[in-house]
T-cell receptor, first 118, second 116 residues
Framework: GAVVSQHPSRVICKSGTSVKIECRSL??????MFWYRQFPKKSLMLMAT?????????EQGVEKDKFLINHASLTLSTLTVTSAHPEDSSFYIC??????????????FGPGTRLTVT | AQSVTQLDSQVPVFEEAPVELRCNYS??????LFWYVQYPNQGLQLLLK??????LVKGINGFEAEFNKSQTSFHLRKPSVHISDTAEYFC??????????????FGQGTILTVHP
């Protein structure tokens, strides 16, 4: 199998505080993980590529100082939303690359984290 | 840059009826195409993928898709839908610089609603 978990599934925080979301590949190692953001009734927007042991690569328009990404091990990437504001409220989804037969990678998605900033 | 366009934002259909969700792609390089399904408040699950070979791809839950190079399409079909198929469906291609299916670029999504 290829299971990716996210924790927490839901979080409510006050404006100005920071929130950490964890993404874990439970039964495989992932050198690369991705963080997406999904607005209501919208598609997924790639925020950043998380690389184990190196700095994340952020997409254009995503503030790297606001969305801190740490990929400290081959099974864990974290996204920290710093000084959260109501406009950061969204559904955050991570995915992890798994090497499959044929020598290519397939993405497996976590269940998502619903962040609400009050 | 590769991109995909999903032509229908919403598709309502009655149970046991056939359904087709449309996806067109734009690419000047080798084409890899994916369909994902997202149930409410959940992550994405891979339905099927086209990498090479047979243009008719069969996936999970009775879905299939056909890669049509001349029409640059990769439409998703199911001959008889169930209530449980109600979800949002996304077509996707590898993003720019995405080697080995790294980043994905998603279409806008199609909400399939199956009515009893």
């Amino acid at each position: 199998g290829a299971v990716v978990s996210q924790h927490p599934s839901r979080v409510i925080c006050k404006s100005g505080t920071s929130v950490k979301i964890e993404c874990r590949s439970l039964d495989f190692q992932a050198t690369t993980m991705f963080w997406y953001r999904q607005f209501p009734k919208k598609s997924l927007m790639l925020m950043a590529t998380s690389n184990e042991g190196s700095k994340a690569t952020y997409e254009q328009g995503v503030e790297k100082d606001k969305f801190l990404i740490n990929h400290a091990s081959l099974t864990l990437s974290t996204l920290t939303v710093t000084s959260a504001h109501p406009e950061d409220s969204s559904f955050y989804i991570c995915s992890a690359n798994k090497l499959v037969a044929g020598g290519y990678y397939e993405q497996y998605f976590g269940p998502g984290t619903r962040l609400t900033v009050t | 840059a590769q991109s995909v366009t999903q032509l229908d934002s919403q598709v309502p259909v009655f149970e046991e009826a056939p359904v087709e969700l449309r996806c067109n792609y734009s690419s000047s390089v080798s084409v890899y195409l994916f369909w994902y399904v997202q149930y409410p408040n959940q992550g994405l699950q891979l339905l099927l993928k086209y990498l090479s070979g047979s243009t008719l791809v069969k996936g999970i839950n009775g879905f299939e898709a056909e890669f049509n190079k001349s029409q640059t399409s990769f439409h998703l079909r199911k001959p008889s839908v169930h209530i449980s198929d109600t979800a949002e469906y996304f077509c996707a291609v590898p993003g720019t610089g995405g080697t080995s299916y790294g980043k994905l670029t998603f279409g806008q999504g199609t909400i399939l609603t199956v009515h009893p």
